[in-house]
T-cell receptor, first 113, second 114 residues
Framework: AQTVTQSQPEMSVQEAETVTLSCTYD???????LFWYKQPPSRQMILVIR??????QNATENRFSVNFQKAAKSFSLKISDSQLGDAAMYFC??????????FGQGTRLTINP | SAVISQKPSRDICQRGTSLTIQCQVD?????MFWYRQQPGQSLTLIAT?????????ESGFVIDKFPISRPNLTFSTLTVSNMSPEDSSIYLC???????????FGDGTRLSIL
């Protein structure tokens, strides 16, 4: 069975600073995807970034980038130049097969002005 | 990406009653999913809604409690039956448009059972 672990229930960062959210996973699958979703208080799940397991290059989306360590089964999210609008719950997710998703427990990110 | 509309956005229900949640997509999609997010928790997949056939349920979820319909490629419903306070959650539908695209989510339905 696939499992996703986010070991940081809460994180905080000063506005304009950089923060890294951790995620580890366990799987026996060889072909899979990893995702970071953001859930603000409005409860909508918003895709932040996606990484294909077969790609060695780390995905980036503007201020968001990942550090994908396949051998270590680690998938951390780095947010650069943090903004107040980045405050949300962040969920790491593992996807495979028919694109079922397994989510981690989430990290609540607070941005301090 | 697809625009997903979920109705209702929230509801307060009496125990023992049932509520049907609708998920409408503005384009045809290959896969539709239903998730539950209990208070303060992460998302758990309830089932995959299959067009033209019975939904595929995950372990711990049964059709009698969570009947699902998917009459076409743009619409699905989830019914929460015989509700109890433990069913108080956010219910979210998601879609995958195919071609290994990521799932996109509706805004969710916040359900409270008294």
């Amino acid at each position: 069975a696939q499992t996703v672990t986010q070991s940081q229930p809460e994180m905080s960062v000063q506005e304009a600073e950089t923060v890294t959210l951790s995620c580890t996973y366990d799987t026996s699958e060889s072909d899979y995807y990893l995702f970071w979703y953001k859930q603000p208080p409005s409860r909508q799940m918003i895709l932040v970034i996606r990484q294909e397991a077969y790609k060695q290059q780390n995905a980036t989306e503007n201020r968001f980038s990942v550090n994908f360590q396949k051998a270590a089964k680690s998938f951390s999210l780095k947010i650069s130049d943090s903004q107040l609008g980045d405050a949300a719950m962040y969920f790491c997710a593992f996807g495979w097969g028919a694109q079922k998703l397994v989510f981690g427990q989430g990290t609540r990110l607070t941005i301090n002005p | 990406s697809a625009v997903i509309s979920q109705k209702p956005s929230r509801d307060i229900c009496q125990r023992g009653t049932s509520l049907t949640i609708q998920c409408q997509v503005d384009s045809q999609v290959t896969m539709m999913f239903w998730y539950r997010q209990q208070p303060g928790q992460s998302l758990t997949l309830i089932a995959t809604a299959n067009q033209g056939s019975e939904a595929t349920y995950e372990s711990g979820f049964v059709i009698d409690k969570f009947p699902i319909s998917r009459p076409n490629l743009t619409f699905s419903t989830l019914t929460v039956s015989n509700m109890s306070p433990e069913d108080s959650s956010i219910y979210l539908c998601s879609v995958e448009t195919g071609g290994n695209q990521p799932q996109h989510f509706g805004d969710g339905t916040r359900l409270s059972i008294l």
